[in-house]
Nanobody, 117 residues
Framework: QVRLVEFGGGLVQPGGSLRLSCAAS????????MGWYHQAPGKQRELVAT???????NYADSVKGRFTISRDNAKNTVNLQMNGLKPEDTAVYYC???????????WGRGTQVTVSS
């Protein structure tokens, strides 16, 4: 019922910045937590950052101070501002929406972020 589409991935040099965006469409319930997860080859998908419907944020320790997650409920979008990128940030980044009052969860198809000189 919900479709998520990510934008903004690409190639960036170490120390550079990228801004990822995710647009949600469909039958979106108001109380939902949106977030970003990443997955590198050979590794499990891991949480990067989440933001609740009320605006409470949570970050992986590895990105604290470098990444900022935000959302626009009116536009049904979630963003991830990524600063001070490191090679170890290289991964596919997936957008996620999880209903807070139900069991439904949705994933985008992912966008590649590559940090390399």
């Amino acid at each position: 019922q919900v479709r998520l589409v990510e934008f903004g991935g690409g190639l960036v040099q170490p120390g550079g910045s990228l801004r990822l965006s995710c647009a949600a469409s469909g039958n979106i319930f108001s109380f939902n937590t949106m977030g970003w997860y990443h997955q590198a080859p050979g590794k499990q998908r891991e949480l990067v950052a989440t933001i609740t419907s009320g605006g409470r944020t949570n970050y992986a320790d590895s990105v604290k101070g470098r990444f900022t997650i935000s959302r626009d409920n009116a536009k049904n979008t979630v963003n991830l501002q990524m600063n001070g990128l490191k090679p170890e940030d290289t991964a596919v980044y997936y957008c996620n929406l999880q209903e807070e009052l139900g069991s439904r969860g949705y994933w985008g198809r992912g966008t590649q972020v590559t940090v390399s000189s």
